[in-house]
């Protein structure tokens, strides 16, 4: 979740060649005005919200916001292209390059290796892929999970793993730093936007 960018212990969740460009992937629905509403280990409210397509340089992109309350956290520009799901901008800094969140056709052990100059320097993050059955308290799901593994300018490794179920996207985030817990989100409520024909319920997902 990008907006944690907003704390330095968790920066590396930015991480987080082109062919066709689409803006439709299985696994991270981008309607205008698809909403996610999680609650997070803090017990905050924190919500995603797709708030509208825009063109990012040549690419089509849509702008996701997140906030807590009336406050923004942090935006992010999404584009989805025949490969996969790629961030290509967070909080008004824009990557060289796409940083692959999710293959176009995820499969348990698939692994990449993202490499992005921030402010803070170079970071170097390792991704894999695997597949897990997970409760949240919109419904139980099977989803792919990428853990991806960074480290800071100090040594200190974090894990971050995203938890992504067809039709509905991110159903749970946790973070360790140090090998120990650090952040957990869990999706409370989803929506799928207004130019979508159907909207996802919670419940078991199979």
């Given at each position: 979740?990008?907006?944690?960018?907003?704390?330095?212990?968790?920066?590396?969740?930015?991480?987080?060649?082109?062919?066709?460009?689409?803006?439709?992937n299985d696994f991270y629905p981008l309607e205008d005005g698809s909403l996610w509403k999680y609650k997070d280990s803090n017990n905050k409210?924190?919500?995603?919200?797709?708030?509208?397509?825009?063109?990012?340089g040549y690419y089509p992109s849509v702008l996701l916001e997140v906030s807590?309350?009336?406050?923004?956290?942090?935006?992010?520009?999404?584009?989805?292209?025949?490969?996969?799901?790629?961030?290509?901008?967070?909080?008004?800094?824009?990557?060289?390059?796409?940083?692959?969140?999710?293959?176009?056709?995820?499969?348990?052990?698939?692994?990449?290796?993202?490499?992005?100059?921030?402010?803070?320097?170079?970071?170097?993050?390792?991704?894999?892929?695997?597949?897990?059955?997970?409760?949240?308290?919109?419904?139980?799901?099977?989803?792919?999970?990428?853990?991806?593994?960074?480290?800071?300018?100090?040594?200190?490794?974090?894990?971050?793993?995203?938890?992504?179920?067809?039709?509905?996207?991110?159903?749970?985030?946790?973070?360790?730093?140090?090998?120990?817990?650090?952040?957990?989100?869990?999706?409370?409520?989803?929506?799928?936007?207004?130019?979508?024909?159907?909207?996802?319920?919670?419940?078991?997902?199979?």
């Open positions: 979740m990008a907006f944690l960018l907003k704390n330095s212990a968790v920066f590396f969740l930015v991480l987080l060649t082109f062919t066709q460009v689409s803006m439709a409210t924190i919500v995603k919200k797709a708030v509208r397509e825009e063109k990012l807590e309350g009336k406050t923004l956290l942090s935006s992010e520009y999404i584009v989805v292209t025949n490969e996969g799901v790629f961030r290509f901008a967070l909080d008004g800094k824009r990557f060289d390059q796409g940083a692959l969140l999710l293959k176009e056709k995820p499969k348990a052990g698939d692994k990449w290796i993202i490499n992005l100059a921030l402010d803070i320097g170079k970071v170097r993050s390792e991704v894999k892929v695997s597949e897990e059955e997970v409760t949240v308290p919109f419904g139980k799901f099977k989803c792919f999970v990428t853990t991806t593994v960074s480290k800071d300018e100090k040594g200190t490794e974090y894990q971050l793993k995203n938890y992504y179920a067809q039709k509905v996207g991110v159903v749970k985030v946790t973070i360790e730093k140090a090998g120990k817990k650090h952040y957990e989100l869990e999706l409370l409520e989803f929506k799928l936007g207004s130019n979508s024909t159907s909207d996802a319920k919670g419940a078991e997902k199979k």
